[in-house]
């Protein structure tokens, strides 16, 4: 098909063309005018006689045509000289019209402006013929204003004790039908046609507001506006023409909605909303009938409007009628209607436009029923402060925090309508023109999760709006964790499968802490937890869902241990060795499950239990001996393995050692010396033979044996008043220093030095405290910044000191 520009932008490509046949011609009869000189000179006339070829001045004659002046830079110009005249003679009419009128009589007046519009009017024709056409538009420019004045001074002189807004509606809609003639006549000028679109916005408004009409009326006639704007803009002539009508479309169809919603919003019942609803239905036809003509662009943004408007006008007739909590269901059931576009044959961003304003529909109606789920999963951790209280006697009562919409099933029917949308996009069933979501894609995989946590947030709602007994809100929980886990052995990477176990895990916590009212609930929450989790996982074939479901089996057999200590009449620190009973039991599977995939985050879910035995064994240092040496033989099992040996060995020393630090403060041993010095010496035996293999390092056969005496007496020391013992204590120190130098060894010579340093402190720190008290005050912050500036300025030095350090001692063992 052969493209055809509008007349106006030809007009502009022709006037471009005249101006460069213009500079071509001239510069060929200059360069004809030199040859004709050059032959009619006289045979011995010098050659400083004959003038210049023009080709010295400017580009050769047969090269491209190149203007002296550029094309651009003298329609600029052009352009500014116009529409500097334009202005000053519209600012000089409006003077005239304003200001002066008085002077002359009635006659005059209407001569003067007579002839000047016509003028004005006749000119640009007269200037198009010429070729023209920028001054044309100038003058157009200045004849719509003076049409303008001349329906002012209509009113002024012929009509003074008319209304001012009914003549004005009329003059407008007058001034739009004139323009419309002129611009359809005419032809070649941008401005009247535009100029006319902007006229026709006002005459029905004008109408509307001089009847002193209601908000109905005044808002159909904005609506009917904006309907012709809308077809001005599918059938009008011109770019400029139609993105006018776009826009005058745009905010007098947004205006027009904007007053049946509010109509809609407070009508009474449903016979007052129908009106507001047949307003609003219309303007979404309208905004439909833009968006199936319009650009790609805008057709998406204009669908969705008309989705959101029809949306508005069906459920706000519901809404006169039903309590506000049912109103919610009623716009979300016609904003789940929309979704039957993805059935219809309709342009694709037409679709996708309607499709985006039921989801922004459905996403509204399912923040206002989140708020029911999260007083659900959240109120019950009000009981962590009162375990075993007593049952509470419904559901809302053991929330502890007040329940959005309490008594009505409105909440739980959004949740089940949003997550049956979803089940449907997750099923396939949803596609806009022929771009469907791809059954593999993430947002198929996104909507599958979505529907299972809504419909599991459903059930939660519904037990809770119903106020159910407690014990059937316990078992409904405990259910609901059991269907979540069913799901989970679905086979597949992502989607449903994943979002399984999450669930599950979030839905055991609520059901854990739910039955923390009644000891009875506790003990069969928890072991039922544990039942579930264990089963599902060994029945799962995904290894990451097997993993996650075999750690909350694990966590919740910390959490029934700890439930069965306290139930049975144990303390805290009595019940931690009970606790530790799930990490032996880990630590055996983690040995059988090796190879599998389960093995390390079972065993890391097992050191969880261990570090909360350790917690409540933390009040009572014996138990807490005795629970760091039990946790100190698990990890001696775990370091048979030679997979675990180099961590589970060097835990288990520092297990040991820490017990036996405890147990030494909790017997109220002054001296440690007696009780660690030949545990040491047995150590250095044992190290001694264990450093006969050479992969050995010097922490795993000598740090036990220096730290089960060292770190002690360096406690001791830092409580001593004596002298002896610091001195005892720096001279072994020094001495395993140099030991450590000598050997090459990084474990007595990080341990020494750090003892030694820590007990030279301790020694110079009555000393220090003392200097610092005569200092002044300005001492101690001058002294800082002097250091600051010496390392600063050795900055560089220090660093590749620090760094040599490090590489020396990374080369010891």
């Not at 011995?44 to 023009?54: F, N």
């Not at 329609?75 to 000289?81: A, C, D, M, P």
């Not at 029809?310 to 506000?324: D, K, Q």
């Not at 002054?670 to 545990?679: G, I, S």
């Amino acid at each position: 098909m052969e493209h055809l520009p509008p007349p106006a932008e030809e007009l502009a490509l022709l006037d471009r063309e005249l101006v460069r046949l213009d500079a071509r011609r001239l510069q060929l009869l200059n360069r004809r005018a030199w040859l004709l000189s050059v032959l009619r000179a006289p045979a011995g006339a010098p050659a400083s006689a004959v003038p210049p070829p023009p080709s010295a001045a400017g580009p050769r004659p047969w090269g491209p045509a190149t203007p002296a002046r550029p094309a651009d830079a003298s329609r600029g110009t052009r352009n500014v000289l116009l529409g500097l005249g334009g202005l000053l003679l519209t600012v000089a009419a409006i003077a005239f019209t304003l200001f002066s009128w008085g002077e002359m009589g009635i006659a005059g007046r209407s001569l003067v402006l007579a002839a000047v519009t016509a003028g004005a009017l006749v000119a640009p024709v007269l200037l198009l013929r010429r070729g023209l056409a920028a001054t044309a538009e100038s003058l157009a420019a200045v004849a719509v204003v003076l049409t303008v004045l001349d329906a002012y001074a209509l009113h002024a002189v012929a009509a003074p004790g008319t209304d001012g807004l009914r003549f004005s509606a009329v003059a407008s809609a007058v001034l739009a039908s004139a323009w419309t003639a002129y611009g359809l006549g005419v032809g070649r000028l941008r401005l009247p046609l535009p100029t006319a679109v902007v006229a026709g916005q006002l005459p029905l408004v004008l109408w509307a507001w001089a009847a002193d009409a209601s908000a109905s009326v005044f808002g159909w006639a904005l609506l009917v506006t904006a309907a012709a704007d809308v077809a001005v803009a599918v059938r009008g002539r011109g770019l400029a023409v139609r993105v006018t009508a776009c826009a005058g479309a745009s905010a007098t169809g947004l205006a027009a909605l904007g007053v049946g919603l509010g109509q809609s919003l407070a009508a009474a019942g449903p016979p007052a909303a129908v009106g507001p609803g047949v307003l609003l239905l219309a303007g979404a036809a309208v905004a439909l009938v833009g968006a199936w003509h319009a650009p790609k662009e805008t057709a998406a943004a204009a669908s969705a409007v008309a989705g959101l408007a029809a949306v508005a006008a069906v459920g706000g007739v519901a809404r006169a009628g039903l309590p506000w909590g049912w109103s919610v269901v009623g716009y979300l059931l016609c904003g789940a209607a929309l979704t039957a576009v993805a059935g219809l044959r309709v342009p694709e961003p037409v679709g996708r436009g309607v499709l985006g304003a039921s989801a922004a529909v459905v996403a509204g109606a399912l923040l206002w029923a989140l708020p029911v789920v999260a007083a659900v999963l959240l109120g019950p951790l009000s009981l962590v402060t009162e375990v075993w209280a007593g049952a509470p006697e419904g559901f809302r009562d053991a929330l502890g925090v007040p329940v959005p919409g309490a008594g009505s099933a409105a909440p739980p029917v959004v949740l089940g309508v949003v997550a049956a949308l979803l089940t449907a996009l997750y099923a396939g069933r949803l596609r806009v023109g022929t771009s469907p979501l791809a059954p593999g894609s993430a947002w198929r995989e996104a909507a599958g999760a979505g529907a299972l946590g809504l419909s599991w947030a459903a059930v939660l709602a519904l037990l809770a709006v119903a106020d159910v007994p407690y014990a059937l809100a316990v078992a409904g929980e405990l259910s609901l964790v059991a269907g979540l886990l069913l799901v989970s052995l679905r086979r597949g990477p992502g989607g449903v499968g994943t979002a399984g176990p999450a669930y599950a895990l979030a839905g055991s916590v609520s059901a854990g802490v739910l039955a923390l009212a009644t000891e009875p609930a506790t003990l069969a929450v928890s072991g039922a937890l544990v039942m579930l989790f264990a089963g599902a996982a060994a029945r799962s074939r995904v290894p990451v869902v097997r993993a996650v479901l075999a750690c909350g089996s694990v966590l919740w057999a910390v959490a029934a241990a700890t439930a069965a200590g306290a139930a049975v009449g144990l303390d805290p620190a009595g019940t931690a060795p009970l606790v530790l009973v799930v990490p032996a039991v880990t630590t055996v599977l983690g040995a059988r499950l090796r190879a599998d995939a389960v093995a390390m985050p079972v065993e890391a879910a097992g050191m969880c239990g261990a570090v909360v035995a350790v917690g409540l064994a933390a009040s009572d240092a014996p138990y807490l001996s005795l629970v760091l040496g039990l946790c100190g033989v698990l990890a001696t099992g775990s370091a048979l393995r030679p997979e675990r040996r180099r961590t589970a060995g060097a835990a288990a020393a520092a297990l040991f050692v820490a017990a036996a630090w405890v147990r030494l403060g909790a017997s109220g041993v002054t001296a440690p010396e007696a009780y660690t010095l030949p545990v040491s010496v047995a150590a250095f035996g044992v190290g001694a033979l264990r450093r006969r293999d050479a992969e050995a390092s010097s922490w795993v056969a000598y740090g036990p044996a220096l730290s089960v005496t060292m770190v002690p007496s360096l406690v001791a020391a830092w409580g001593d008043a004596h002298w002896l013992r610091p001195l005892l204590l720096g001279a072994a120190a020094l001495a395993v220093t140099l030991a450590g130098a000598r050997f090459r060894l990084r474990a007595p010579l990080v341990l020494g030095a750090s003892v030694l340093a820590l007990d030279g402190l301790h020694e110079l720190a009555p000393h220090v405290v003392q200097v610092f008290d005569a200092l002044p005050r300005w001492a101690p912050p001058a002294v800082a910044g002097l250091v600051l500036l010496a390392v600063g300025a050795t900055y560089e030095q220090r660093l590749r000191d620090a760094r040599r350090l490090k590489d020396a001692v990374g080369r010891m063992r």
